[in-house]
């Protein structure tokens, strides 16, 4: 187990700024999340601190150890870091436990034992004599990520490593992988564009946009008290009311009825906005005594999910916003429905602006 310290790094390819500022903080043991979409510069922080990457500003220190500073580069050999790459790269010519097997030292003596523990570790015992060639997509993702963790690095670095697997796999996989790091205590950092795999996953999530580090947090920060507009509207489904931007606090009226704010504490400087999560837009057909002060809406489009439903629906002045449901007898929405609509609980409010709003909390 290690901890990590990420200090204002910044990373330039010629005069493109891949990174800026990054500042991160992990305990030993920690597993954090880097959500953040295509070219956002994910990649760049992991190769970081893998060390295939040399930064141009700031320091990153593993364990204690200073491994990177501008001119000052520990290669990655030397960092006992493990990587598990998107596709695992399994050594073909080898057998699965020859795979697992390959980052540990010949002499050990318990090297058939720790190839099997680690086997078992992703749901894989028994399967030593197999070849790659002889295993589906997911189960040469275990493999991968059981040779990554046979040696039982201190680091262990995943690119986004389920993105090649379908839907159903990969949601088991992620869970079993989740499980593996936690029983052997490694600190972990999980490389994804897929804002479910990383709140299920993470200990806390870092989103990222433009190769700067917008807020930190557990999962249920980064959703609930999203720090702007940006994050709210990448990490799962938002509707974006405008505030009026008088009161601090209390409650607003907007088109989607009365908003109750969730963060009344938050300083109110420049233009806000309020987050409404869509599961916590209430949908009737009738005024029920519930939706009493439900607002009139038609709906226009109907998604359905099989465990949910998402129904995106119009408001009389045009303002456009969604209702999601849990999918049961009463979710019979079609499109051209005259409805009402009502929020439930309080929303968190947001400033509009791009700038970072929030500082970085130290996990300690
Ligand atoms: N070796 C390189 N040379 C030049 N530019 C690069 C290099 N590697 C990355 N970049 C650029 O740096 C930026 C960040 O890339 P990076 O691969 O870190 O993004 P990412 O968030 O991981 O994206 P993706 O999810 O698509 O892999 C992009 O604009 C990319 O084009």
Redesign the pocket.
């Known amino acids: 187990m290690t901890d990590v310290e990420i200090n204002h790094v910044g990373k330039f390819?010629?005069t493109?700024r891949?990174l800026s500022g990054v500042d991160l903080s992990m305990r030993s043991g920690e597993f954090l999340a880097v959500l953040?979409?295509?070219?956002?510069?994910?990649?760049?922080?992991l190769r970081c601190v893998a060390g295939f990457e040399q930064i141009d500003e700031g320091r990153i220190a593993l364990g204690g150890r200073l491994v990177a500073l501008p001119g000052v580069h520990v290669p990655p050999h030397r960092r006992h870091v493990a990587v598990v790459p998107q596709e695992g790269a399994l050594f073909p010519h080898l057998d699965v436990a020859g795979n697992v097997a390959y980052g540990l030292g010949r002499g050990r003596r318990d090297r058939a034992a720790r190839v099997e523990q680690c086997l078992e570790l992703v749901g894989l015992g028994g399967y030593g004599r197999r070849m790659p060639h002889e295993l589906s997509g997911g189960q040469r993702q275990r493999v991968a990520v059981a040779r990554a963790l046979a040696p039982r690095p201190p680091l262990v670095l995943l690119d986004?490593p389920f993105s090649a697997l379908d839907a159903a796999l990969r949601s088991e996989l992620r869970r079993d992988v989740r499980r593996a790091l936690r029983e052997d205590g490694a600190t972990a950092i999980l490389?994804t564009?897929d804002q479910a795999e990383a709140l299920s996953m993470a200990d806390r999530v870092a989103v990222?946009n433009g190769?700067r580090i917008r807020q930190v947090g557990t999962p249920a920060e980064v959703y609930r008290h999203p720090a702007d507009v940006w994050v709210a509207g990448f990490v799962g489904e938002a509707v974006i009311v405008p505030l009026d931007g008088e009161a601090p606090g209390g409650r607003h009226t907007s088109p989607l009825g009365p908003l109750t704010l969730r963060d009344d504490d938050r300083p109110w400087d420049g233009p806000m906005a309020a987050v409404v999560r869509p599961e916590q837009v209430l949908m009737t057909h009738r005024r029920t005594p519930q939706a009493g002060r439900g607002v009139p809406a038609v709906v226009r489009r109907v998604d359905y999910h099989g465990h949910d439903t998402l129904v995106a629906f119009e408001l009389a002045d045009g303002t456009e916003a969604m209702s999601r449901m849990v999918d049961g007898p009463l979710v019979d929405y079609r499109p051209g429905d005259r409805v009402f609509v009502l929020v439930d609980g309080a929303v968190a409010a947001v400033p509009v602006g791009e700038t970072v709003t929030r500082p970085v909390p130290s996990p300690r």
């Open positions: 390819f010629g493109l891949a953040g979409p295509s070219g956002c510069g994910k990649t760049t922080l986004e490389v564009h990222m190769g």
